[in-house]
């Protein structure tokens, strides 16, 4: 008995000499105990430069974890089990966020640099006043396709993907609001129509689209164009961006009759115990340079104006990326369908993948 209650004694001892050990390292690097910074966001999302500077220049600890859906992001946030000071969701979980009283209200005055945002992705339909959000990315969902696979021929419309000249050649993202979306757009209809017959048309159009999918997949649709394994694929515009770094021949196009026009968030969850950090840490992400900087790693479009000055010439004039106030006109914001119009999106997706089957 005196034996294991010695064994008790050294571990306990032990353990609190590490964690003494841990904070007078963290010490000597700039951090104060405790001060870190829980920040949640999507995969390969951020320079890991610009991480290393918000700490050098704060002393604050990032800890910088990431999640593959809104879905999953929003289920960890309401369990509560890590206390996320900063997340980054799209702009129909803000709405769903904001229901489940899961977001705190930004506090401007500890946000100067948000005058460097363009005023056209403030004050949107999901955040009005931006109560509680402040864009970070924003970009389109289209087409990426490579001419010289296909003889020449343009795509400028969803509807050209019914071409029978297209078949076993196109990649869908897995995705129902992206893929549905894409049907009720080629039929002029609303992305975040609720009309039950308009839908169950939606998925019919999309059964009739089986014979030109070769595959419905995930990140691997960047890898799979980009080696020229397929000549269409639809997805996002950032994604696009990427492939055609790697490869020059192929294009992005953003249909005629309107696409999603979609928005990735900073917020602040309720949970959040560092939120002067979080605060810090939006506005470091508002400032120009670091912006700029952002946006040449990352690949998606800025809606941060004064950032532009700084970036490369081939960036900021590319009109597939940074449309006119015409084309963005056209695009819809995905609204919050509620629980019950969602899951008809979902399964009336999951009905077109099994009928391909």
């Excluded at 106030?325 to 979902?346: D, F, I, P």
């Amino acid at each position: 008995m005196k034996s294991l209650l010695r064994g008790l004694i050294i571990i306990v001892v032990l353990s609190i000499a590490l964690l003494v050990i841990v904070d007078k390292l963290n010490s000597s690097s700039g951090y104060k105990s405790g001060n870190t910074l829980n920040v949640y966001n999507w995969g390969d999302y951020i320079d890991a430069d610009l991480i290393k500077k918000f700490e050098k220049e704060t002393g604050i600890k990032v800890v910088y974890e990431t999640f593959d859906s809104n879905e999953a992001m929003m289920t960890k946030i309401q369990q509560g089990g890590t206390n996320y000071d900063i997340a980054i969701p799209s702009e129909y979980m803000i709405d769903k966020m904001k229901e489940e009283n899961l977001l705190l209200p930004i506090d401007y005055s500890k946000i100067p640099n948000v005058k460097n945002i363009d005023r056209r992705f403030m004050d949107l339909s999901f955040d009005p006043e931006n109560k509680y959000s402040i864009p970070y990315f924003w970009g389109t969902v289209g087409i990426v396709y490579n001419p010289n696979m296909l003889n020449g021929k343009k795509i400028t419309s969803w509807e050209d993907l019914w071409d029978k000249d297209l078949r076993n050649q196109i990649l869908l993202v897995d995705g129902a609001r992206e893929i549905m979306g894409m049907s009720l757009n080629s039929l002029h209809y609303s992305l975040n129509d609720k009309n039950h017959q308009h839908l169950r048309e939606a998925k019919e159009n999309l059964d009739a689209l089986t014979p030109n999918v070769k595959a419905i997949v995930g990140d691997e649709i960047r890898m799979l164009v980009e080696n020229g394994e397929a000549s269409v694929g639809v997805l996002w515009s950032g994604m696009a961006s990427e492939i055609m770094w790697e490869n020059e021949e192929v294009e992005y196009v953003v249909p005629k009759e309107g696409s999603n026009l979609w928005f990735d968030n900073m917020v602040i969850p309720k949970t959040a115990k560092n939120i002067n950090g979080a605060h810090k840490f939006i506005n470091f992400m508002l400032d120009a340079k670091n912006a700029a900087q952002n946006t040449e790693y990352v690949g998606y479009s800025t809606p941060n104006k004064a950032a532009m000055k700084y970036l490369p010439k081939e960036i900021k004039e590319d009109k597939r990326f940074y449309l006119d106030e015409a084309m963005t006109a056209k695009l819809e914001v995905y609204e919050n369908l509620g629980q019950k119009s969602l899951a008809e999106y979902n399964d009336l997706f999951l009905e077109f993948k099994m009928h391909r089957k």
